[in-house]
């Protein structure tokens, strides 16, 4: 068992283990494009349903020859599209930031703060702020 490892080794050069690698690297890479690009059909809203058919039917079937054209052909519009998700994203994402930092129990500590200052200044009275901070305690 032993000598078949040594043997291994020896006939599987360091040049062919590069080689090896490059070309697993290669196709792992190759597969990245193809789902990147496929993808990038199916997120096209202007592209409509036969577009993304006759696209996806061209790069599964002519694989080589499908990536390369579409690159060419609509390769600026993947980078264009890509961006304009990630800012579509970005917005949506402050927007609920937004609407969650807006919508905590600063609320109340605001309300509480501003029927103080109310009553430090005289506009009501002792019994109309303690009314308005039950109020404002209970809901």
């Known amino acids: 068992m032993k000598d078949s490892m040594v043997n291994l ?4 050069p360091l040049l062919n283990m590069f080689w090896t690698m490059l070309m697993i690297f290669l196709w792992i ?8 690009i496929i993808g990038d059909i199916f997120r096209d809203d202007e592209l ?5 058919a006759g696209w996806t039917a061209f790069v599964i079937l002519l694989p080589f020859l499908g990536v390369f054209v579409y690159l060419i052909a609509r390769g600026k519009g993947m980078g ?3 961006l304009n998700r990630i800012r579509q994203n970005e917005e949506q994402f402050q927007s609920y930031v937004r609407e969650t930092a807006g919508s ?12 103080a200052e109310l009553k430090d200044r005289g506009a009501i009275t002792e019994a109309e702020f303690a009314q308005a901070k039950a109020k404002v305690l209970a809901s």
């Open 48 to 52: 409509g349903g036969w577009g993304k």
């Open 104 to 115: 905590g129990t600063g609320g109340h500590a605001d309300e509480l703060a501003r029927l």
């Open 29 to 36: 890479l190759w597969f990245m494009l193809l789902f990147r």
């Open 9 to 12: 080794a020896v006939d599987y």
């Open 80 to 82: 264009e599209r890509e």
